[in-house]
């Protein structure tokens, strides 16, 4: 089975049951949107990306909390957000400080030595620095701390990201799509990752099916079982229902939340309603 650590599968509408898929969500609604997709392969994250840092209420994000198996994407961007540094890592800090041992999914465009302090600093102890094309220098704190890095498509012809591709020792790499996301012209999808595992495989000069059975490792050993362990303490399997009413009662009586919280009810009972409609 193909891995994909990152795909916004909420913006592709599509099953890929070949592909065990870590979703991540850009914002409120598509948290909400990504968590009715939760199955067998299909892990679910919740978070406000770096971009969006300054467009939402962030108490709203607690109603999800519980129903997530990790965060993310939440991080910073110094190139492209509009939010500025305070209020992103403001953003981010909010996050964290919720985790409850959950993997972090990071976006960290031009502020991956920023992100890395915030989460060391954070005591994380998963975490996932997503399409890595940071300073390579970095690859060997980010390995100490025990995170991975993740290596997307456009390994094949973006230079900085295949150089750290070749730099990076297997054993932090894993494999993403960032599907949903469209890159030069070009829809990325969890299906390219086969071509991913080729090109590593050529570029490594280790066999694919190898590559495969270490991406599946960290999977297992790292990255799911943090969340079948959350599984089990917070006795959560009941996915498809919708949110625990006691959650709500904890909620302040303020009319926005109270609107979200409507809102989340009926996406999650609903499905598959499309978000936009209300
Ligand atoms: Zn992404």
Redesign the pocket.
């Known amino acids: 089975m193909l891995f994909d650590a990152?795909c916004?599968l909420s913006l592709l509408k599509k099953t890929y049951p070949q592909v065990f898929i870590a979703a991540?969500s850009m914002d409120f609604a598509s948290s909400l949107d990504t968590i009715s997709l939760k199955s067998d392969t299909v892990l679910t994250g919740i978070g406000l990306h770096p971009w969006n840092a300054n467009k939402e209420n962030l108490e709203k994000f607690e109603l999800l909390l519980d129903k997530a198996d990790f965060i993310g994407?939440v991080g910073l961007d110094f190139k492209y957000s509009n939010a500025d540094k305070d209020t992103q890592i403001g953003t981010f800090n909010f996050f964290l400080e919720r985790t409850f041992k959950k993997t972090i999914n990071v976006?960290a465009l031009e502020a991956w030595k920023e992100a890395l302090d915030i989460l060391k600093e954070a005591s994380v102890e998963r975490a996932l620095l997503?399409w890595y094309s940071g300073p390579p220098e970095l690859l060997k704190n980010i390995q100490e701390l025990g995170y991975f890095i993740s290596i997307n498509p456009s390994v094949t012809f973006q230079e900085k990201h295949r150089k750290i591709a070749q730099l990076a020792p297997l054993e932090i790499i894993v494999t993403e799509s960032?599907g949903g996301?469209e890159y030069k012209g070009k829809i990325l999808e969890p299906t390219q990752i086969n071509d991913t595992i080729d090109f590593l495989s050529q570029l490594k000069k280790i066999d694919k099916e190898e590559i495969k059975k270490i991406i599946e490792k960290i999977l297992k050993n790292y990255i799911i079982y943090d969340n079948f362990i959350y599984l089990e303490v917070n006795e959560a399997e009941d996915y498809k229902g919708g949110i625990d009413s006691s959650i709500l009662k904890t909620y302040k009586p303020h009319f926005d939340f109270a609107v979200w919280a409507l809102r989340t009810f009926i996406v999650i009972s609903i499905k598959p309603l499309d978000f936009t409609t209300f």
Request: net charge negative; glycine share 0%.
């Open positions: 990152h916004h991540v994407e976006h997503h960032d996301y």
